[in-house]
Structures are given as structure tokens and as C-alpha cells.
């Protein structure tokens, strides 16, 4: 049954990958213009702009482009951009791992203090929820972009202590790398996790509620293991939930984070490439994006299969 339903997710996965390959490659092709154009520039002459037209293969029969084009993304190569033939795919994996880490540090920080908040206001109740709740509804409506200015103005400018932009590999500096994704990683993490909190809070009153739960009490079983392994493991599918949609949001819209802290991440690269009308670019970007969406849903799905005796029998 579990292997029927991770197929299921697979094949479905396939399909939403396909139907975005197709949805780009058609929205590219009827936009103005073609890659001569692009590539010409405005002076471009007729005839030099044919030239780049017949290299890259525009006026092929669609079909045919779309196939090339799908067995190059497969094979991994992602293509060569049209404005200054650099290699895309080594240029996206660089971009794709500092949003991976961007998202990946965001999603562990909101979760850590989005579900800790949120079980401890559900547990304490009175004041402490109240000013819990309050809080997280407030951080909760505050843009990451103002967010992210702040921190810079606090940390950074009056305070010194951590970089207001600029990356720096892994590689080269461990401590610089991690000094330059403190302020964007927060930026991004706090309303998430604020989302979180709620959504946690919520999910552990439910569990709380549920009849099996006032079974145990009334077999005695400690209130702390009701809360802390019989509650919580109830409520966890809800929360594994809420940390995949957000890792796919943070994957998905770190463009102004980027932008701000000058990181040379996917949306910062998605940017530039829609300005530049780079089409192989815009097209890397696009399947990349959705590859990791998938992706992560399918972990998800398979998280709540693990943790939800229930999905495993239907």
C-alpha cells in the first residue's frame, strides 16, 4: 500500500515536471522577438540575426526543438546562455546551492522556534499564550523584506558585528560563509516561524481534545507524556505539513532577500535573466525551481506516511 502510494506521488511528480517543461518551453517561443534578436541587439541586421537564429535551431518545427531541448535538460545539461555563452549549468548549481542554503537554514531555525512556541503556549496557556500568540501574530505580518532592513540597520551598520552583503563560499571561508547567511537566514525564518507557532498551537489544542487523549487521562498516564509524545506526535503531521510549504515558499521567494543581501542565489539569477530575456536561463531556472518543489512534496508525503499510521492503510 505504501509503495502503491509513493508510485502514485511519483508518477504524479513526473507529470507536474512535464507539464512545466512544456507550459515554458510554449511561453517562451511566443513571446516577440527570438534569440537573434536578443543576442543582435537593437542594430542588429536581418541577416545577422537569421545567422544566430539557424545556430540555435529556432526554426525548427516545434516539436523538434522541444524534444532537443528536453533530452538536454535530462542529460543535465542545462544549456549555455544566449548573452555571453557561459555555462548554465555549473552557473545554476552554484546559484541553486546558495538559495539550499538560504532555504535550508531558514526552514531549520523556523522550525526549531516556530514549534517550540508554539507547543509552549498551547501547554502553558493563560498569559504566556496570550503573549505568545500575540507575538507571533504580529512577527507573522511583518515582511521579510522590512525585516531583513532592520536587522542590517541593528547588526550590521550600528553594530558591526556580521556582513550587511556579499557571500562567500563554504570553501574559502567556513566562517565567513556563515557570518554572510545569519542576517538573510533570520530575515527569511522569523515570520515563517511565527506562521508556525500558530499553526502548531492550533494543531496541539486539537490533539489535546482528541478521545483517545482522554483515555490516557483517565488511565492515568502522565500529563507530560500525553503532551510531549502522544499529543505532539498526533499533531506532528499538521507541523511537517506547514516546514514542507514553507521550505517551497522560502525556495521560491528568496528574490528580495537576495537582491538585498547581494547573494548570487536562484532568484537573484532568475532576475537578472527575465531582464536580460536569457531564455535558456529562464528555462533552467524554471525546471530547477519545480524539480525541488516536487521533491520536496514528495519527502513531505512520505514524512506524514511515517508518522500517521492512518495514511498507510488508505
Known amino acids: 500500500m505504501i509503495l502503491r502510494l509513493i508510485g502514485k506521488r511519483a ?13 515554458t518551453f510554449l511561453l517562451v517561443h511566443l513571446q516577440k522577438g527570438s534569440p537573434g534578436v536578443i543576442v543582435g541587439g537593437v542594430g542588429a541586421t536581418k541577416a545577422e540575426i537569421w545567422k544566430v537564429d539557424e545556430e540555435v535551431g529556432w526554426h525548427k518545427p516545434l516539436w523538434e526543438q522541444f524534444w532537443n531541448w528536453l533530452t538536454q535538460i535530462l542529460s543535465g545539461n542545462l544549456g549555455t546562455s544566449y548573452i555571453d555563452g557561459r555555462n548554465l549549468s555549473e552557473e545554476i548549481f552554484t546559484r541553486v546551492s546558495v538559495t539550499a542554503y538560504l532555504a535550508l537554514g531558514a ?3 523556523l522550525a526549531i522556534v516556530g514549534v517550540l512556541t508554539g507547543v509552549i503556549a498551547a501547554v502553558r496557556g493563560g498569559w504566556v499564550d496570550r503573549i505568545l500568540n500575540t507575538a507571533s501574530a504580529f512577527m507573522f505580518a511583518v515582511p521579510a523584506y522590512w525585516l ?21 563560499e563554504l570553501a ?26 500558530r499553526a502548531t498551537r492550533a494543531a496541539m489544542f486539537d490533539a489535546y481534545s482528541q478521545e483517545h487523549m482522554r483515555t490516557l487521562r483517565a488511565m492515568g498516564t502522565p500529563r507530560w507524556k500525553i503532551i510531549y509524545i502522544h499529543s505532539l506526535r498526533f499533531a506532528s503531521v499538521q507541523i511537517v505539513s506547514m516546514i514542507g510549504l514553507n521550505f ?4 521560491g521567494g528568496t528574490v528580495t532577500i537576495e537582491m538585498l543581501f547581494v547573494l548570487p542565489g536562484l532568484g537573484s539569477g532568475a532576475t537578472t535573466a527575465i531582464g536580460q530575456h536569457d531564455i535558456p536561463q529562464i528555462q533552467a531556472t524554471v525546471m530547477i525551481t519545480t524539480l525541488v518543489v516536487v521533491a520536496t512534496n514528495l519527502i513531505t508525503e512520505l514524512a506524514s506516511i511515517f508518522l500517521d499510521p492512518k495514511v498507510r492503510v488508505r
Do not use: E, H, K, R
Open 248 to 251: 517551497v515558499l522560502l525556495f
Open 148 to 168: 531583513a532592513v532592520f536587522l542590517v540597520l541593528v547588526f550590521a551598520v550600528f553594530n558591526p558585528w556580521l556582513p550587511a552583503t556579499g557571500y562567500l
Open 107 to 109: 526552514v531549520i531555525l
Open 11 to 23: 508518477v504524479m511528480g513526473v507529470i507536474t515536471l512535464f507539464t512545466a517543461a512544456l507550459l
Open 172 to 197: 574559502d571561508d567556513p566562517v565567513g560563509w556563515a557570518q554572510s547567511l545569519i542576517l538573510p537566514v533570520v530575515a527569511l525564518a522569523i515570520p515563517g516561524a511565527a506562521g508556525l507557532a
